[in-house]
Every structure is written in structure tokens, then in C-alpha cells.
């Protein structure tokens, strides 16, 4: 099983980028990277996902070395919308399906 | 829209009841899932289904019970012998590829409370 470790918590102002590190070192071959954000009392939302090197969405970029055995979640000029928990997963491809969401990393904006 | 719909959002429980949590998926999805949250806690996983009759234990299934006889719908009981019900409860859909990187669709959750 691939088991993700992230920080508990982090904090931020208003207009700064924040990156949260991730580390999963024992990733499988055919596993994907995956970020989601969970406002209080709602459903996680997906983020962004990667295999290797670098995905850029809209929202975000994910930045995974060569190694795989860590991923960044980096959050670019972050707004106090964006205070939220986040959750880096790895996929069980042996399993198929389930995910394995951890504490998260609760990060807090203020102005 | 598409998207998952969960129901009710508030429920409470009597001691020694049965509850039933609704969810509903129009997004054509084959596998759902059911995770349950407790405060401050990452999401645990209760029961999946990869397909419609089937379904699969997660690592907390003990005091629950499902059942997918429809594509779109995978209700969850929370029976009697769960002695610790009170928690959010997360139903989600994806689409089932043999590999991770299908992301997994959420609804808003359920919050279950004992009287």
C-alpha cells in the first residue's frame, strides 16, 4: 500500500504561493498522484492529478521528480477562499479503486 | 447537472435504530463508494462497489450494510450494532479503469447524529 505522509497544518497570507510537499515512497508503478480540497461540511473536490515531471491546471501545479517518491502541490497567489484542507493521495492499482485519504494538510489564509 | 446527490443532509438516530443514507449518482459512473469522516479526521473507508450487484468491504464495514441493485444508487445502513454512528458520511462515484487515476466524484455528505 502506498502510504502518504504531509504536513498537519499550514498557514499563509494572502497573495502568497503555497507549496505542500507530500511524500509517498513506496509508490507503485501504475499509481497516479492525485490532490483534493474539502471545504467544512462538504465532499472532497479534485484538483489535479500526475504521473511524472509537471501538470499546470487553472487552480494549480503539481511538481513530481523523476524518483516519484514525493509530489508538490503548489497553490499560487492563494486567497482566503482557498483555506481548506488537502489531501494528496496515491492510488491502490492492486485493488483497482479505493483511496486512502489521510488527516490532510489544513491550510489557513489570512489577510 | 450532473453530479451526486446525498440525502438527507442532517439525520439523527435513536439508540438501537437502523438508518438509511440516500446517494444518487447521474453521472453514468460504474463504481461508488462510501466514507465516512469523524472531526478532524481524514475519510475512512466503509464499502465500494465496482459494479452493480457487487459490492466490497472497506476498513471500517462492521456495523454497516449496502446494496447496488441499480447503476446510480448505493444506499448505506447504518444498523444497530454500529455503536459509534455519529460522524459525516461521504458517498462518491467514479469511473472504474483497472488503474488510479480516475478521480473520484463527492457528494456534500450526510451528518448522522444519535439522540
Known amino acids: 500500500l502506498a502510504k502518504t505522509t504531509q504536513p498537519i497544518s499550514m498557514d499563509s497570507y494572502e497573495g502568497q504561493e503555497v507549496n505542500i510537499t507530500c511524500s509517498h515512497n513506496n509508490i507503485a508503478t501504475n499509481d497516479y498522484i492525485t490532490w483534493y480540497q474539502q471545504f467544512p461540511s462538504q465532499g472532497p473536490r479534485f484538483i489535479i492529478q500526475g504521473y511524472k515531471t509537471k501538470v499546470t491546471n487553472e487552480v494549480a501545479s503539481l511538481f513530481i521528480p523523476a524518483d516519484r517518491k514525493s509530489s508538490t502541490l503548489s497553490l499560487p497567489r492563494v486567497s482566503l477562499s482557498d483555506t481548506a484542507v488537502y489531501y494528496c493521495?496515491?492510488?491502490?492499482?492492486?485493488?483497482?479503486?479505493?483511496?486512502?485519504f489521510g488527516k490532510g494538510t489544513s491550510l489557513l489564509v489570512t489577510p | 447537472d450532473g453530479g451526486i446527490t446525498q440525502s438527507p443532509k442532517y439525520l439523527f438516530r435513536k439508540e438501537g435504530q437502523n438508518v438509511t443514507l440516500s446517494c444518487e449518482q447521474n453521472?453514468?459512473?460504474?463504481?461508488m463508494y462510501w466514507y465516512r469522516q469523524d472531526p478532524g479526521q481524514g475519510l475512512r473507508l466503509i464499502y465500494y462497489?465496482?459494479?452493480?450487484?457487487?459490492?466490497q468491504k472497506g476498513d471500517i464495514a462492521e456495523g454497516y450494510s449496502v446494496s447496488r441493485e441499480k447503476k446510480e444508487s448505493f444506499p448505506l445502513t447504518v444498523t444497530s450494532a454500529q455503536k459509534n454512528p455519529t460522524a459525516f458520511y461521504l458517498c462518491a462515484s467514479s469511473t472504474p479503469t483497472g488503474f488510479s487515476n480516475q478521480p473520484q466524484h463527492f457528494g456534500d455528505g450526510t451528518r448522522l447524529s444519535i439522540l
Open positions: 493521495l496515491v492510488g491502490f492499482s492492486n485493488s483497482g479503486y479505493a483511496l486512502n
Open positions: 453521472l453514468n459512473h460504474d463504481a
Open positions: 462497489s465496482q459494479i452493480v450487484n457487487d459490492f
